[in-house]
C-alpha cells in the first residue's frame, strides 16, 4: 500500500490553536511576575508562534495596557532571560525574540527542533552535547559541594558563566571547589572568582593554581613593605591597590618600591601616598613609561646591555590607550575614504545607501522575518557589495578600499585574540606606544 499524508486539518486561525507555556516558566518566574506581565508575555508567546509579528499598539489595547506599559514588561522578560529586544534608531522594540529555557539551561534534546540542512560535518553539534553534559557534571558538583538542591537561578548562573562569559568548564569547576572549601557557597560569589582568573588569562585548573601562588606572592610584597615603613595594621583594599599598581602597572621591583619606602625614614607621618610620589617622580624621569623589562623571556644579560629605549616598555594602561587609538584611527580613516567616494561617485554613493538600508532592515527584522525574506535580503546585499567593488575597480580604488583596516587583522588593534590570549602584536604594538605616549606627553607638557 502507498504511504498515505496524515495529519490536523489545517487551521488558519490563531485562535483556534494552543499556545504552551513551559513548566520551568510556570515555577520560577510566574509567581514574582506581575500579572500585567505575565498576560503580555503569553499573548507575545502565541504571536510568536502563529502570527510571527505583533503590533504593539493593538497589543496595549488589547491587553489594556499602556505603549509605555506595554514597552516595559518586554524589558522586565528581557532583563530576565526570556526573551531577546532589538530596537530601532529611536528606540522603539522592533523585534522580539522568546527564549526557550530548556534549551538555554539543559541544551535541546529533541532531534525535530535541529536545523533542517545539517552539515555533514558535525563536529559542531557535537562540541555542543559535550558542553552541555559538561555544564550539567558542574550541576551536579554544586550540589554535592553545598548540600542542597540547585535552584533555577544558580543553574541559569552557571549556564551562563560558560556559555555568556566563555569562563572555561574547568576554571568554574575549580571556583566551585575552592570557594566551598573557603565556606563561601554562593553562586555569584563562585562566578566572581571563576570570572575574575578567567580575565587573568586562565583557561585551565594549572593556569588557576598559578595565578593563586601568583596572589599569594602578592600578599608577602604587601607584608614586606609595611613591615619596611613600620605598619602594624592589615592593608585595606585601597592599600593593595596602591601597591599593586607600583608592581603591574609601574613596572618596579620590589628593592626599588622598599628603597622608596625608606626615603620616608625621619619623617614625621610615613605614609603609602609619599612613597608613591617618589616612585610617580621617579617614573616621570623615564618618559612616564614603566622601566621594568620589555621582554620577558630575554636574558639579563641582554637587558643590561642593550640602550634603554630598546629595554623600557609602557605600562598596560598606556598599551591599552594605545590600542584604542589605533581603533578610533582605522575608524577615522573609513570614514574619510567612505566621505571621499561618495563625493566623487553619485553611482558608488547611491548604492552604499541601498546597502545601508539593507543592513537596516536585515537587523530590525532578525525575529520577525521569515526565511525566505531574510534570503532575499543576504542576496540583494551580495549583489550590491560586488556592484560596489566594481565601481570601486572604475574609479581607481582598490576593492578594500573603504573596509576598515587594522595594524593587526588577529586581534582588531585590541591586543587580545578570540581565546581571550595576549596577542602576538602586543610586542610591536608596545614598541609604537613608547614613542606615542612620549609625544603625547611632550605636547600636553608645551
Not at 520551568?24 to 507575545?44: D, M, Q, R, T
Request: with cysteine; aromatic share 10%; charged share 30%.
Amino acid at each position: 500500500m502507498p504511504k498515505a499524508q496524515i495529519g490536523f486539518e489545517n487551521m488558519n486561525d490563531a485562535f483556534l490553536r494552543t499556545t504552551e507555556v513551559e513548566n520551568l516558566f510556570i515555577n520560577e518566574f510566574l509567581p514574582a511576575a506581575s500579572g500585567e506581565h505575565v498576560k503580555l508575555y503569553i499573548y507575545g508567546m502565541m504571536h510568536s508562534k502563529y502570527v510571527h509579528s505583533m503590533d504593539m499598539l493593538e497589543a496595549s489595547v488589547v491587553l489594556g495596557m499602556t505603549p509605555a506599559e506595554v514597552k516595559e514588561g518586554w524589558e522586565y522578560w528581557a532583563r530576565n532571560g526570556l526573551v531577546r529586544l532589538s530596537y530601532d534608531d529611536n528606540g522603539e522594540i522592533v523585534g522580539v525574540e522568546y527564549i526557550s529555557l530548556i534549551n538555554q539551561l539543559y541544551g535541546n534534546k529533541n532531534k525535530a527542533a535541529e536545523p533542517e540542512h545539517k552539515p555533514t560535518d558535525d563536529t559542531g553539534f557535537r562540541m555542543e552535547r559535550i558542553v552541555n553534559d559538561e555544564i550539567r557534571a558542574l550541576y551536579d558538583q554544586y550540589e554535592e559541594v553545598t548540600g542542597h538542591t540547585i535552584s533555577q537561578k544558580e543553574i541559569r548562573k552557571i549556564a551562563e558563566a560558560i556559555k555568556e562569559y566563555h569562563i572555561s568548564v574547568d576554571v568554574m569547576g575549580y571556583a566551585i571547589k575552592y570557594c566551598a572549601e573557603i565556606e563561601k557557597y554562593n553562586i555569584d560569589y563562585m562566578f566572581k572568582v571563576a570570572l575574575r582568573w578567567t580575565k587573568d588569562g586562565c583557561r585551565d585548573i594549572s593556569q588557576v593554581k598559578e595565578n593563586l601562588d601568583r596572589y599569594s606572592r602578592k600578599n608577602e610584597q604587601y607584608a614586606t613593605i609595611f613591615k619596611e615603613m613600620g605598619f602594624y595594621r592589615t592593608p585595606n583594599p585601597a592599600d593593595k591597590e596602591m601597591i599593586d599598581r607600583w608592581f603591574d602597572e609601574m613596572g618596579f621591583t620590589l628593592r626599588e618600591v622598599l628603597d622608596a619606602c625608606r626615603t620616608t625614614a625621619g619623617t614625621r607621618d610615613p605614609s603609602l601616598k609619599y612613597v608613591n610620589r617618589v616612585l610617580e617622580n621617579k617614573q616621570l624621569e623615564a618618559g612616564g613609561i614603566d622601566t621594568k623589562a620589555m621582554y620577558r623571556n630575554r636574558s639579563t644579560a641582554a637587558a643590561q646591555t642593550a640602550p634603554k629605549q630598546e629595554t623600557a616598555r609602557v605600562s598596560k594602561r598606556v598599551l591599552k590607550e594605545y590600542y584604542d587609538y589605533l581603533r578610533t584611527e582605522a575608524e577615522r580613516v573609513q570614514g574619510a575614504h567612505i566621505d571621499e567616494v561618495c563625493a566623487n561617485s553619485e553611482e558608488l554613493q547611491r548604492l552604499m545607501e541601498l546597502e545601508n538600508t539593507l543592513n537596516a532592515e536585515l537587523l530590525t527584522g532578525a525575529v520577525m522575518m521569515d526565511k525566505g525574506k531574510r534570503a532575499s535580503l543576504k542576496e540583494q546585499r551580495k549583489v550590491l557589495e560586488e556592484e560596489k567593488r566594481q565601481l570601486l575597480r572604475e574609479n581607481g580604488y582598490t576593492e578594500d578600499y573603504l573596509d576598515r583596516k587594522y595594524k593587526c587583522d588577529i586581534c582588531g588593534d585590541t591586543g587580545i585574540t578570540d581565546e581571550g590570549n595576549y596577542c602576538v602584536c602586543s610586542k610591536a604594538r608596545a614598541e609604537e606606544a613608547f614613542k606615542w605616549y612620549q609625544t603625547i606627553t611632550l605636547k600636553t607638557q608645551q
